[in-house]
């Protein structure tokens, strides 16, 4: 197909809390800084600039974003080599660590790039012009997936997507490797304590594209050495100017304590609630799963937003797809097994909607993995995820629905600190009019997807037929997109008024 086109110009579509029968024509700049101009009613005709397209009715938004997704390790099921490795027979947090390990020691840099592209690909084409991706840092692949990971940052901030790569320690950073049964490997990280892993993130820490820094601290082996992987990590972090990101509290026993009240601790102890000095990016700190918050009752849930105070820029991203498969399975023990039947069973996924309405915590909703054994089911679409959290938060009002695509477009960008300027916190309900966040105003940069995956012919009569020229219904609406997703060639994906991907095809 041919290369991006560039256009200036969108007539008769339809934004986001507006009156359905309501259309608009939208204006914007040209170049890699474009904002949106105008937005003026539609008067029925096509604007005399050769840079304009017709929308015929279609929806307008701003684009999507991945808050959490791991850019190495997606279709490792079904990719060869990796599908030739023993399918998975548990389906256990442990087992997903061995088979990961085993695919790991025969990942390549083409086999990287090949996952990545399509991970990428497929993700643009759904609409996301943004993502943190995470990339493994250890003993066994040194930097390679460090490596690829910024050579795909290059490559797709070129062709639509914003990176931020994530240099993540998924194994201990103090310790010798993961108590996982007879398939660990404990030379993994040797029995050097850790040393060599630390080596390793000190130098991903240093390398130019590298934005955020993470880790997993829940498997240590000790509480009090996930005490030390926080402090260290914040440390190297704040060393190098880097956002940082905890994969944090991946558990669901009551008699464990959550480690989030000493990871608010040490960020203070680092001056991570202080004023950004100039030259410095602002300190953003992101928490991923935290299922055992999921135990937490209304007035731990106050106190928590007590201690992350005004000062400290945090946020959490729950991961369902992943959370909902691994957390809550029945127990192993045979005699309280045989009384939990069918019945309730704690899931151990963050309740976002809530976090965000109730107690005025940034929050969103991300992917975490496509394809492998820790979340063997999903695609790389938000919008279908953010349709599945209808029924995982029991999200039954227009609201809510509009808050949930507000949990992977704009919310998600904030949380990762690629905020536009519009806050994305308070009371959800407080917000109306133009100041919602899925909205489009003038100034806003001319980042978008168009529900549609070809251009308009600008028909008189689009008021009343409101279907495509494939006889595909349009969404009109956000409560529309969220209840019933349209397929990714109903997607036309514009950035900086470049269109980069449209009917399901890469441009």
Request: hydrophobic letters at 35%; charged letters at 25%; one cysteine or more.
């Amino acid at each position: 197909m041919a290369g991006p086109e560039r256009i200036t110009c969108l007539a008769g579509i339809r934004l986001p809390h507006y009156p359905i029968d309501s259309f608009w024509d939208i204006t914007f700049s040209a170049g890699p800084d474009s904002v949106v101009n105008s937005i003026t009613p539609h008067d029925g005709s096509l604007p005399a600039n050769g840079s304009c397209r017709h929308g015929d009715g279609a929806l307008l938004t701003p684009p999507l974003c991945h808050a959490h997704i791991h850019l190495d390790k997606p279709f490792l099921l079904s990719t060869p080599p990796h599908s030739s490795l023993p399918p998975p027979t548990t389906g256990s947090f442990a087992e997903a660590m061995s088979l990961t390990r085993q695919a790991k020691s025969s990942f390549t840099r083409p086999d990287l790039l090949r996952r990545g592209r399509r991970l990428l690909r497929e993700s643009l084409r759904a609409g996301v012009t943004a993502c943190r991706a995470f990339v493994e840092v250890d003993p066994g692949v040194g930097t390679l997936c460090l490596d690829v990971g910024l050579e795909l940052k290059r490559e797709w901030g070129n062709r639509g997507i914003d990176v931020q790569i994530c240099a993540f320690a998924q194994e201990r950073i103090y310790g010798s490797g993961l108590d996982i049964g007879p398939t660990d490997s404990a030379a993994v990280d040797g029995d050097d304590g850790g040393r060599e892993m630390r080596r390793l993130m000190v130098e991903a820490a240093a390398r130019d594209g590298v934005d955020v820094l993470g880790s997993a601290p829940y498997v240590e082996a000790t509480e009090e050495n996930s005490r030390k992987n926080v402090n260290w990590l914040v440390e190297l972090a704040s060393k190098h100017d880097k956002l940082i990101d905890f994969h944090l509290d991946y558990f669901l026993e009551e008699d464990k304590a959550p480690l989030v009240w000493r990871v608010i601790e040490i960020l203070r102890q680092h001056g991570w609630g202080e004023p950004t000095r100039a030259g410095m990016r602002e300190k953003q700190a992101t928490f991923g799963h935290c299922s055992r918050l999921t135990l937490f009752q209304r007035k731990d849930w106050q106190s928590l937003r007590d201690a992350i105070g005004d000062d400290l820029s945090v946020g959490f991203v729950g991961l369902p797809t992943s959370d909902l498969f691994m957390m809550g399975r029945p127990a192993s023990d045979p005699i309280k097994e045989s009384t939990e039947g069918g019945g309730e069973r704690v899931r151990g996924t963050l309740q976002i909607p809530q976090i965000i309405s109730e107690y005025n915590i940034q929050a969103a909703i991300g992917i975490n993995n496509v394809g492998n054994a820790f979340t063997p089911w999903g695609s790389c679409d938000p919008l279908g995820l953010a349709s599945l959290g209808i029924g995982i938060y029991h999200a039954g009002t227009g609201r809510q629905w509009e808050l949930l695509f507000e949990c992977v477009g704009r919310r998600a960008r904030q949380v990762i600190g690629l905020g536009d300027n519009r806050t994305a916190r308070g009371d959800v309900e407080e917000i109306g009019g133009d100041a919602h966040q899925h909205g489009i105003q003038v100034g806003d940069t001319a980042d978008f997807v168009l529900w549609r995956g070809s251009w308009g012919s600008g028909l008189a009569e689009m008021a009343q037929h409101d279907e495509a020229d494939d006889n595909s219904v349009l969404r009109r609406t956000i409560q529309e997109l969220v209840c019933d997703p349209p397929e990714i060639v109903e997607r036309t994906v514009i950035r900086g008024g470049l269109v980069v991907a449209q009917g399901g095809h890469i441009l």
